[in-house]
């Protein structure tokens, strides 16, 4: 373990840490832009995020402990999974061994897990709803998940997010394989899933058919700053995932060089603004279903993760 | 029997069609509106006729680039213009009324894949030709589309989609037979095409008479044996 494997951790954790607004903020500035209208600045959620936590805090009556815990719990479990996955560089670094590819799924999990938690307990009806609504979809997502990863693990006999990057990079035949499009189509959907983004609803405040905005409706302040920035790094954790792990692993630092690790933050950030860009168009393209209709994206999903394994015990 | 041997190139070529064929008869399961049927199966028989002459290709059967042109002909064009022809005629845009969601669907389709699956190792084993996974790939994909088309027919009431149902599942035997059977007699691809014919033009009749004595193409309104 030299000095060098250590900063580059720091670094892989400071560029998710870092960059996951200015990715909040290009998908919400292109997004209007598409739909033809000017969009907010590229560093607003930067300057959002700055104005929250000079804010007082107001309390709901009847907060307890978990009001304050799970914003700290969520940020946390997001600084935790850059550790487990390449950000920037191709190989292993201190501690990355700490939880395999199901590791990281638990860590990403165990913050939305806390949230739902605090939805709940100020007991306000938005929160309930939202949690419940979120439960619902974490219910119906999590045996796609679990099937997405066997099906990596299949593809590269072993569950280490390093060992697939290296696997797809090496060998076209597997890259191009039914198998591992299946997957990249799969994970596309969790993806939008994960983040909010499913047809059903818009992602924006107060309206009746929010999931995640409802259930941190009763924060506000360096709270509400915390919960809004672990929801980006939540976003950008899965982006950087589907690009450095599945659809496109190349551009990652190799020797773990200054310049190539710089070279590396720059081709992640162009990697997730062309992923962006998908989401962008899905989401300005699909038109919103009825409410009750949340379980069709992530049956399509389900079964492309179930084909995905299936084509892999044909390969 | 002898079992087909393709180099890995035209192993692989097969194996992404086949399954690319696949996903079109989920696109067919998941959906509700009745041209989204017509146009996944217009282009899944454009992948089987692609499949024809690429079998032909590499294993030299002249014929075969005749099937595919006939496959192309009728079940890429003529089958669904004819199909879509009475959809306008009917003014059934939709399935209203089904039995199962599109989503459960979606999972019970999975599960006959994985059924599909197990099965085809079965014969692949008693085939005594475990080597080639092309083989087994065919086989799962001809045998998971029949258990599709079974599906269809059970869980829908529009009685196109009915027949659709139908169209898959004979996809799917045409499919499997193309790979695994390269060299089947011409005369026979050629009954199957007019019998496929003859069943969609007796349909497209049977569907104006139910239009007409009970004003609806869903079959949930056939209780009675009644005239």
């Known amino acids: 373990m030299s000095l060098r494997d250590i900063l580059l951790q720091i670094a892989q954790v400071a560029a998710v840490l870092l960059l996951s607004p200015l990715l909040q903020g290009f998908i919400h500035r292109y997004e209007e832009r598409v739909q033809r209208a000017r969009g907010p600045s590229l560093i607003q959620p930067y300057r959002d995020l700055w104005k929250l936590f000079h804010k007082e805090l107001v309390i709901p009556e009847g907060a307890s402990a978990i009001h304050f815990l799970a914003p700290v719990v969520a940020f946390t479990a997001m600084l935790i999974v850059p550790i487990l996955i390449p950000v920037l560089t191709n190989f292993p670094l201190p501690l990355s061994n ?7 799924g638990l860590i990403l999990t165990l913050g939305g897990f806390f949230i739902t ?27 796609t998940l679990i099937l997405v990863l066997v099906g990596i693990t299949l593809l590269a006999n072993s569950m280490l997010p390093f060992v697939v990057n290296h696997l797809l990079v090496g060998d076209l035949s597997v890259y191009w394989s039914p198998a591992h499009v299946f997957l990249v189509c799969a994970f596309f959907i969790l993806l939008l899933v994960e983040t909010d983004r499913m047809p059903i609803h818009s992602s924006t405040h107060i309206e009746v ?3 995640e905005e409802a259930r941190i409706l009763e924060y506000s302040g360096p709270l509400l700053a915390l919960v809004r920035w672990a929801s980006a790094m939540k976003q950008f954790l899965l982006y950087t995932i589907f690009c450095n792990v599945l659809l496109l692993p190349w551009g990652l630092s ?33 038109s919103r279903l009825r409410f009750y209709r949340y379980q069709e994206p992530l049956a399509a999903s389900f079964l492309l993760a179930a084909l995905a394994v299936i084509a892999n015990q044909i390969r | 029997m002898t079992l087909p041997h393709f180099p890995p190139l035209a192993a692989s070529f097969f194996g992404l069609l086949a399954i690319a064929s696949l996903l079109l008869a989920f696109v067919m399961l998941g959906s509700r509106w009745l041209r989204d049927y017509m146009y996944a199966f217009g ?26 042109l006939l496959t192309v002909l009728f079940r890429g064009l003529l089958l669904p213009y004819l199909i879509l022809r009475i959809l306008r005629r009917l003014h059934a845009d939709r399935e209203l009324h089904e039995i199962l969601q599109p989503a459960s669907a979606l999972v019970l389709g999975a599960a006959g894949v994985v059924l599909a699956l197990a099965v085809a190792y079965r014969i692949a084993d008693a085939l005594g030709d475990p080597g080639s996974p092309v083989i087994i790939l065919a086989l799962t994909v001809m045998l998971s589309m029949k258990l599709i088309g079974f599906l269809m027919l059970s869980i829908r009431h529009e ?46 009749v049977l569907a104006r008479y ?10 949930l309104q056939l209780r009675k044996l009644v005239g």
């Open chain 1, 209 to 211: 058919y929010m999931i």
């Open chain 2, 210 to 219: 139910l239009m007409e004595h009970a004003g609806t193409t869903s079959s």
């Open chain 1, 98 to 104: 700490m939880g395999d590819i199901l590791g990281g």
């Open chain 1, 117 to 143: 938690l605090a939805g709940l307990d100020s007991g306000s009806a938005y929160g309930g709803i939202g949690s419940s609504r979120s439960v619902m979809i974490t219910i119906l997502a999590e045996p």
């Open chain 2, 43 to 68: 282009l899944q028989s454009w992948l089987i006729a692609l499949i024809s002459a690429g079998i032909g290709h590499y294993e030299q059967v002249p014929e075969l680039y005749l099937v595919a």
């Open chain 1, 254 to 286: 190799i020797q773990g060089t200054v310049l190539g690790t710089l070279g590396a933050a720059v081709a992640v950030l162009g990697k997730l603004a062309l992923i962006a860009c998908l989401v962008i168009l899905v989401e300005t393209a699909q």
């Open chain 2, 159 to 204: 009685a196109i989609s009915q027949i659709l149902g139908l169209m898959i599942l004979e996809n799917g035997i045409f499919l499997g037979s193309q790979i695994l059977i390269p060299g089947m007699p011409l005369l026979i691809e050629l009954v199957i095409l007019f019998d496929l014919l003859v069943a969609v033009a007796s349909f497209g």
